[in-house]
């Protein structure tokens, strides 16, 4: 049942060392300030899950709060590497990180099999390709209608999904708008659940035909963060920071930089001021 608090009191009841956390946005609404809190209580041991893990986790990587990744890409988007995560593969530096890859079509039928409540999602997939080679957790069963094979993999079913969303009313119903990726999926699979929201509202009012909502019974943190996708975008609130991405190859390449850049902006920053910035050039995306 959704509750609202605040960023600190959401992480510090639902998050602990040792957890699985899905923190999914698919280039629109990613949980920049959700994400900023975690690193902010050092959360560590993370096992980290999300389709397209980009800056938020190279993040998390680089400050040595994961040990495991599960993905389907990553990189910095339009830009390159994410120098912070290959560092951690590379040169186990400042963890090791353990990573286990999939496919696009894998994770998202993983993550609507743990909303189902199933133990493992089938679908046609993985056919001709090298990843099973090096993930164990890609495996086949016989279709026993057809004898077709099929390619399975386990349900994604976190701890912890922390998800942007555009609003929530006073009764805690939650609505996204625009791109929507696995955040429903993400938020019906989880046993806990972290949200924040652009606004609060007494209505909804008006929304398109992709628009999602979330009945109130499926959440359970609500937090209002204005600009908490920054420097991701929201529908209809600002754009996406575009010249961030590109500044952040420079900012992640070495290791100095980058201390220096999370002590200044995330560590020694309060929980809004980061995304405060969305707003200094506040536009209809």
Not at 101 to 124: C, D, I, K, Q
Not at 139 to 157: D, H, K, Q
Not at 215 to 222: E, F, L, M, N, S
Request: glycine share 8%; hydrophobic share 45%.
């Amino acid at each position: 049942m959704a509750e609202f608090m605040s960023l600190s009191a959401a992480v510090e009841q639902h998050l602990r060392d040792g957890l699985t956390v899905a923190m999914e946005g698919f280039t629109h609404l990613i949980p920049y300030a959700a994400g900023h809190e975690v690193i902010r209580q050092c959360k560590r041991d993370l096992t980290i899950i999300r389709m397209t893990p980009d800056i938020l986790y190279d993040q998390l990587i680089g400050m040595g709060l994961v040990r495991k990744m599960v993905f389907s890409w990553g990189g910095n988007p339009g830009v390159g590497s994410l120098h912070r995560m290959r560092d951690a593969v590379e040169n186990g530096f400042p963890e090791r990180l353990e990573l286990e890859e999939h496919s696009h079509a894998a994770m998202a039928n993983a993550y609507e099999a743990g909303a189902s409540n199933l133990p493992f999602a089938v679908f046609r997939g993985y056919k001709g390709v090298d990843l099973p080679k090096v993930n164990p957790n890609i495996r086949s069963v016989a279709c026993p209608y057809t004898g077709e094979i099929l390619a399975t993999v386990p349900a994604i079913r976190p701890d912890v999904a922390i998800i942007h969303a555009l609003r929530a009313d006073r009764q805690g119903n939650v609505m996204l708008e625009g791109i929507v990726g696995v955040q429903k999926e993400a938020v019906l699979a989880a046993r806990a659940s972290i949200v924040t929201v652009e606004e609060i509202v007494d209505d909804f009012g008006p929304r398109s035909a992709n628009a999602v909502i979330l009945p109130h019974w499926t959440v359970g943190a609500i937090v209002h963060v204005p600009g908490g996708a920054y420097p991701s975008y929201a529908h209809g609130y600002y754009k996406r920071a575009n010249a961030f991405y590109i500044g952040w190859d420079a900012i992640a390449r070495e290791r100095e930089s980058f201390a220096a850049w999370m002590k200044a902006n995330v560590l020694d920053g309060s929980p809004d001021s980061f995304a405060s910035l969305a707003f200094g050039s506040r536009k209809s995306a």
